[in-house]
């Protein structure tokens, strides 16, 4: 079956630095765009950024910051985020991406990634 398994989370001074990977199983990983989402207590999950074979996006909010990658033989995406700030405190998810929305119904646990003023 589908399985996401987020890590790579935890407590960060602003300005630090968190490396973020995503295990992903039960998909065609190689043929499926990846993306990393995010939700922040009483908000809603949002895209934070895509990777297709070559092509990556960034929400507005962590372009220049964040930096998506994918390592197919390991069915494994990443998210490399630098100059963290309180407001990318959230838990993290990965999922498989199409026209914009989560492929799948199915998430993983996510990683929480706390960021200290």
């Known amino acids: 079956q589908v399985q996401f398994v987020e890590s790579g989370g935890g407590l960060v001074q602003a300005g630090g630095s968190l490396r973020l990977s995503c295990a992903a199983s039960g998909i065609a990983f190689g043929l499926n765009a990846m993306a990393w989402y995010r939700q922040a207590p009483g908000k809603q999950r949002e895209l934070v950024a895509t990777?297709?074979?070559?092509?990556?996006n960034y929400a507005d909010s962590v372009k220049g910051r964040f930096s998506i990658s994918r390592e197919n033989a390991k069915n494994t995406v990443y998210l490399q985020m630098n100059s963290l700030k309180p407001e990318d405190t959230a838990v993290y998810y990965c999922?498989?991406?199409?026209?914009?929305?989560?492929?799948?119904?199915?998430w993983g646990p996510g990683t929480q990634v706390t960021v200290s003023s």
């Open positions: 990777i297709g074979s070559i092509s990556t």
């Open positions: 999922n498989a991406v199409l026209s914009g929305s989560a492929k799948y119904s199915v």
